[in-house]
Structure formats: structure tokens, C-alpha cells
């Protein structure tokens, strides 16, 4: 897999456990009070990973994330049996079926979303 889009994931992957960590106060409670993890803490934890990781991005690649995370949400989408998980339009077959399908940096021409092959 292309080291760039391995660090996409990544950065996707902090973001929902970020996102997730303190959905509800409800949620925030059980996590402080029962399993006694400092919420606070964990998210600053993330937040740094989060830049850290993103600072190994190349320009243009942040760029083309922080414009679609921003708008759209998920920004890196799986492509299974030919179709984009972002935006469901199937992608050219050339795409889905290249051997060397996630060694490179590819987009989808409908949404514009980074795509992963993985069926
Ligand atoms: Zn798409």
C-alpha cells in the first residue's frame, strides 16, 4: 500500500476513535467513571497523533483531505467489487482491478474521495 494512503487511514481511523471517545456526556460518564479513563487526556492524545501524522502528509495530499473531511466526512473510502463507498458509482474497471491497485494514490473521478481496493 502507498505510504501516504497508509497514513490517510490512520489519521481517518484516530479521528472516528476521537469523534466516538466523547459523543455524549452520557457516554463520557460511563467512560470516567467506570472504566477511568480521562477523557480530556485521551483527546489531546489523539488530537496531537492527529497533527503528527497529518505533518507527513504531502501538501497537496492535506490539502485534498482537509477540503473533503471537511465537507463531506469520510474522506478515504474502500472500493468493493467496483463500486465507491463514498458516493456508490461504480469506478472503472481498470481501477478495481490493477494489480498494483493501492500502490498508488488514486481518486474517485465522481466524488473526488481517496479510494482503497479491497474487493
Ligand atoms: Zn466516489
Known sequence: ???Q???LLQIQDLKTQRRELAETERERQVEELEF???VEEAVQELDHKIAE???QLTPA???RYA???SGRGRAVVPVIQGICYGCFVSIPTALATDSARNDQIRHCDHCGRF???IG
Do not use: D, G, S, T
Open 1 to 3: 500500500m502507498h505510504p
Open 5 to 7: 494512503l497508509e497514513i
Open 36 to 38: 477511568h479513563v480521562n
Open 53 to 55: 501524522m497529518e505533518a
Open 61 to 63: 495530499i492535506r490539502n
Open 67 to 69: 477540503r473533503i473531511a
Open 115 to 117: 479510494l482503497y481496493v
